[in-house]
């Protein structure tokens, strides 16, 4: 069978390592490279678009691919048995990230609402600075030096994060506080990602 017409060979509920072992390899193996297929095109295409979500970072930490069928046969040699664990594994692994938010056209959709937010909010963030922005504002959040300045709204996935600046009745900053945020975001930037807590607001 051709790649082209391979198709989903199971109900997206059995994409789990433990249901998947019970599947015929044969099956297991054609569905892996379709769906191999699926996630590397998406991550060259992320890449290529500029974005830095987490299922790129993911990609990356395992060498930049999902494992070719072929190094896993050559991983497990006679062992069968591990064979198809390993394809059942890196099919699940394949299939947990097909989701919207690992496209172009949702990732930019998301980005430009970000920016949207950001300028009418008062906060001059560029398309350029977007990646580093949203690191910049995730590092605050952990760091924990000020909640009430550098609160953001976390949505957490496997595959990404938004984060927006909190503007509540209770949570309003002034002008004053929005231009030393984007100060700090620069010096954050000049000092490769990390800054010492005196360059923080306080409260």
């Known amino acids: 069978m051709s790649k082209k017409g391979i ?28 769906q191999r297929d699926i996630m590397q095109k998406r991550y060259k295409s ?4 500029g974005f830095d979500t987490n299922f790129q970072r993911y990609i990356k930490s395992i060498g930049g691919e999902l494992p070719k069928l072929r190094d896993l046969k050559k991983e497990a040699g006679k062992d069968q048995d591990f064979y198809k664990a390993q394809v059942s594994y890196w099919l699940s692994e394949a299939k947990r990230f097909e989701t919207e938010e690992t496209t172009v056209k949702y990732q930019k959709q998301k980005k430009q609402q970000i920016l949207k937010t950001l300028n009418e909010s008062g906060y001059d963030v560029t398309a350029s600075d977007y990646n580093d922005f949203v690191d ?39 002008e004053s506080q929005k231009s030393t945020l984007m ?21």
């Open 7 to 34: 198709k989903q060979a199971f109900p997206d509920a059995e994409y789990i390592p433990q249901r998947l072992m019970t599947k015929d390899i044969k099956l297991l193996a054609q569905d892996y490279t379709r």
């Open 46 to 49: 992320l890449e290529k678009q």
């Open 136 to 174: 910049f504002m995730e590092y605050a959040r952990n760091t924990a030096i000020d909640q009430l300045i550098y609160n953001a709204t976390y949505k957490g996935s496997d595959i990404g994060y938004n984060v927006e600046p909190v503007e509540s009745s209770n949570q309003k900053r002034t």
């Open 183 to 203: 100060q700090n975001f620069k010096l954050w930037k000049e000092n490769g990602g990390a800054l010492p807590q005196e360059f923080f607001l306080k409260k």
